[in-house]
Antibody, heavy 120, light 107 residues
Framework: QLQLQESGPGLVKPSETLSLTCTVS??????????WGWIRQPPGKGLEWIGS???????YYNPSLKSRVTISVDTSKNQFSLKLSSVTAADTAVYYC????????????WGQGTLVTVSS | IVLTQSPATLSLSPGERATLSCRAS???????LAWYQQKPGQAPRLLIS???NRATGVPDRFSGSGSGTDFTLTISRLEPEDFAVYYC?????????FGGGAKVEIK
């Protein structure tokens, strides 16, 4: 059973870059069976997919965020990361890291979520 | 593709049947529709994939059905722990898409 834990600053200033890391335990993420991704949820609102990365290195991003998002993976550390640049207050949300089967796209494993607030 | 969930809020009593709708803006493969449950302060949990396949450990009072543009999550008899927000999700496409959510609240 994989366990995911997000880490990173809870407060980011407008125009700066949001950086989060997801550390995975309970198994290796070095598997072509999985994809690794990020999903966010503004306070009181619904879920928004940010993007995903696959074992091959292929990345897929939400078109609405694509110009500002980078997702990367470090299999040696069993971690993957999110960078979101030029943030505004609209990027304030709970950010979840997620893992699911590469052949599908469901989210089988979720982190507990971390609230990131964009404010000066 | 846009997923529209209805109703936004469903007020029911324990023991009653809940029927949640998820409508896609265009026809989708039923292999690629999932449902999640989210309780306050928690991450969502996968309930159903491929329209009707329950995830491991999900009680059989949860069932999914549908095809084309119309999909349904049914909770046959609501238990106290089922009062939560439910999201449908379209996957195996890019971008992955979630519905806006439907809240099942205690009447």
């Amino acid at each position: 059973q994989l366990q995911l834990q997000e880490s990173g600053p809870g407060l980011v200033k407008p125009s700066e870059t949001l950086s989060l890391t997801c550390t995975v335990s309970g198994g290796s993420i070095s598997s072509s069976s999985y994809y690794w991704g990020w999903i966010r949820q503004p306070p009181g609102k619904g879920l928004e997919w940010i993007g995903s990365i696959y074992y091959s290195g292929s990345t897929y991003y939400n078109p609405s965020l694509k110009s500002r998002v980078t997702i990367s993976v470090d299999t040696s550390k069993n971690q993957f990361s999110l960078k979101l640049s030029s943030v505004t207050a609209a990027d304030t949300a709970v950010y979840y890291c997620a893992i699911g089967p590469a052949a599908a796209g469901t989210v089988d494993y979720w982190g507990q979520g971390t609230l990131v607030t964009v404010s000066s | 593709i846009v997923l529209t969930q209805s109703p936004a809020t469903l007020s029911l009593s324990p023991g009653e049947r809940a029927t949640l709708s998820c409508r896609a803006s265009q026809s989708v493969s039923s292999s690629y529709l999932a449902w999640y449950q989210q309780k306050p302060g928690q991450a969502p949990r996968l309930l159903i994939s491929d329209t009707s396949n329950r995830a491991t450990g999900v009680p059989d009072r949860f069932s999914g059905s549908g095809s084309g543009t119309d999909f349904t999550l049914t909770i046959s008899r609501l238990e106290p722990e089922d009062f939560a927000v439910y999201y449908c999700q379209l996957y195996a496409t890019s971008p992955l898409t979630f519905g806006g959510g439907a809240k099942v609240e205690i009447k």
